[in-house]
């Protein structure tokens, strides 16, 4: 673990992989540290926002060297299913480049369970990581500037569901008609660190 | 009579603000709030409000108001030609107008009601967040926005002696940021030994800066990692962008440094073709 400054309200814990950053992230929301106002994990870092007039990132510092990752994080989230139409614009592109015809995609991704191991890029978009075997999956050389909501998609070593319209990089390999992030809702956010996904195919 | 303030002009932008959505970050949701905490902070204070209260943040004043009721009402931040309420509150009555002309210096005009603008909270937070697109629509003539019961004690102050912001050049200290390894080992004395333009493309997400190109010495990609306002990220161009208030959760590129978190209010009242300095120093 190494702990990198971040200006005076906030420090960086840097860590050697996403299950690194699922225990930490898990021991310090179980126990935050005092003065602690925002712990935001990523793939690699778990940032840690303090209140300046409660207590100073030093201090912070110390307690996160001090908080003993859980080792037991996987699994124990609430499981969220998501009913899934594999007809992505992309679904033909991934299988090439998997090596395999659509059908097995499909396989492939509903036959894991994922957890969702941050959020990021707009409010509740959640990146889900499988438990099975790790996916690698590139970005579209060009992005699209316009994802319809509830598209489900693929990049790098996750999976996730676009929450609302915007630009995309990602590969669209299906769509859901469940709301990933719905203000109506409480909570609004689906797809939360810990959570488990399953998706499942329908038509 | 409905205590509310009806919207006859919004200049520029004007939007509804208050101290913004903390601890929802994980859930990709960030900060937002006022840019200038500090004047909207004022506001409230002169008021007898919450420190909670929603206030309405104005971008280069243009903002004309009616209010349906009695009400008292305060302007902080950038000091509007016209306004008679700046740093020190006055009763608007029933049917009187509040109108803001251009401020001569700094960006940002805060608005306090007291009892605080009281539309419907998003997320626990009345501010309005321009990039993650949460929270109360941007102003528009014709709105009619709810003023809440003031029930706070009154402040036994009616003016604040403040400062207004800076027309010229403006420094602000920095501390060190994540990624410094990522740049030149000179680069936080490029950063700090050289003056920084606020360019036009400056928004409530952020300061777009130009000037000399900072050298990075690692080209690979950053996977996305948090952050907060007053973040100093540098892009491939070399160019940095100050985060404000819409910062995003999370970003791409690596952080040099850190503004220091009170300077940051001073960076939010910045005008673009506005010059910005840097200074090491806690």
Aim: overall charge negative.
């Amino acid at each position: 673990m190494r702990v990198l400054p971040s200006g005076s309200t906030a420090l960086l814990v840097e860590l050697d992989s996403l299950d690194e950053v699922l225990g930490l992230y898990a021991a310090l929301t179980d126990d935050p540290p005092e003065g602690v106002v925002d712990v935001v994990p990523a793939a690699r870092t778990v940032l840690l926002v303090t209140d300046p007039s409660v207590t100073d990132p030093g201090a912070v510092a110390d307690a996160v060297r001090r908080t003993r990752p859980r080792g037991d994080v996987g699994g124990r989230g609430e499981l969220v299913e998501l009913p899934v139409v594999y007809d992505g614009e992309d679904l033909a592109d991934v299988a090439t480049h998997l090596g395999v015809d659509p059908d097995e995609v499909v396989r492939r991704h509903t036959g894991t369970e994922w957890t969702v191991a941050f959020c990021g890029f707009a409010p509740g978009f959640g990146y889900c990581v499988p438990d099975g075997q790790p996916w690698a999956i590139p970005r579209r050389e060009t992005p699209r500037t316009r994802v319809p909501p509830g598209a489900v998609a693929l990049a790098g070593e996750f999976s996730g569901v676009y929450p609302r319209e915007s630009p995309g990089g990602w590969q669209l390999i299906g769509r859901t008609d469940v709301a990933v992030f719905d203000l109506a809702r409480e909570p609004a956010a689906l797809l939360r660190p810990g959570a488990r996904v399953r998706f499942v195919g329908t038509t | 009579m409905t205590r509310s303030l009806t919207v006859l002009a919004t200049g520029p932008l004007t939007t509804v603000q208050d101290t913004g959505r903390p601890g929802q970050g994980a859930l990709g949701v960030g900060r937002s709030g006022a840019c200038d905490r500090a004047a909207a902070a004022l506001a409230n204070r002169l008021l007898g409000n919450d420190p909670g209260a929603a206030v309405l943040e104005v971008t280069l004043g243009g903002l004309a108001l009616r209010a349906d009721a009695e009400l008292l009402v305060v302007t902080t931040g950038a000091r509007c030609a016209g306004s008679p309420a700046h740093n020190a509150p006055v009763r608007l009555p029933a049917g009187a107008e509040l109108r803001l002309g251009l401020p001569p210096a700094g960006l940002r005009t805060y608005v306090g009601v007291r009892g605080g603008i009281a539309v419907e909270p998003v997320l626990g937070s009345r501010a309005t967040d321009l990039l993650a697109g949460l929270g109360p629509p941007v102003l528009s003539v014709g709105d009619v926005l709810p003023v809440g019961e003031g029930t706070g004690a009154m402040p036994g102050v009616d003016l604040a002696p403040v400062a207004d912001p800076a027309d010229g050049e403006v420094t602000v200290r920095v501390l060190p940021g994540p990624r410094a390894d990522w740049f030149a080992e000179d680069a936080v004395a490029a950063l700090t030994g050289t003056a920084w333009t606020v360019t036009d493309e400056s928004n409530r997400i952020g300061l777009r800066l130009a000037g000399e190109p900072l050298a990075r010495i690692r080209t690979g990609e950053l996977a996305s990692e948090g952050m907060v306002r007053g973040a100093l990220q540098v892009p491939p161009s070399g160019l940095p962008v100050l985060f404000l208030a819409d910062a995003p959760v999370t970003g791409g590129y690596p952080v040099l440094a850190y503004v220091a978190d009170p300077d940051v209010d001073r960076c939010g009242q910045l005008r673009p073709g506005q010059s910005l300095r840097f200074r090491t120093g806690g």
